[in-house]
């Protein structure tokens, strides 16, 4: 069974970085395309970025040009850069994992198995 956890939440200021770590056990991580997603208080989940097996990348309109999503395989870890935060990042950050088919599909929706989530908030 895959497990997910997720580190590297804090408290930052506004146009500050955070790197959000994503660590997997109970299976490679390499077979499974991983999604970060946040929810704000009173919102909605919102799907932020995803990376698929094979490497390839998709952003929400509202993160692009500001976070940056990696894998290292190796450690079986998913990343996430987050740069120039503003307040409206503030949320709990999930990551997600999903297996597709196609090595180069990943998903902003709907995942399989979920982490238990990282508090990130951005205030001065």
């Known amino acids: 069974q895959l497990r997910l956890v997720e580190s590297g939440g804090a408290l930052v200021q506004p146009g500050g970085s955070l790197r959000l770590s994503c660590a997997a056990s109970g299976a490679t991580l390499d077979r499974y395309a991983i999604g970060w997603f946040r929810q704000a208080p009173g919102k909605e989940r919102e799907g932020v970025s995803c990376?698929?097996?094979?490497?390839?990348?998709r952003y929400a309109d509202s993160v692009k040009g500001r976070f940056t999503i990696s894998r290292d395989n190796a450690k079986n870890t998913v990343y996430l850069q987050l740069n120039s935060l503003n307040p409206e990042d503030t949320a709990i950050y999930y990551c997600?994992?999903?297996?597709?088919?196609?090595?180069?599909?990943?998903?902003?929706?709907?995942?399989?198995?979920w982490g238990q989530g990282t508090h990130v908030t951005v205030s001065s």
């Open positions: 990376i698929s097996s094979s490497g390839k990348t």
């Open positions: 997600a994992a999903t297996r597709f088919l196609n090595q180069d599909i990943c998903t902003l929706g709907e995942s399989d198995y």
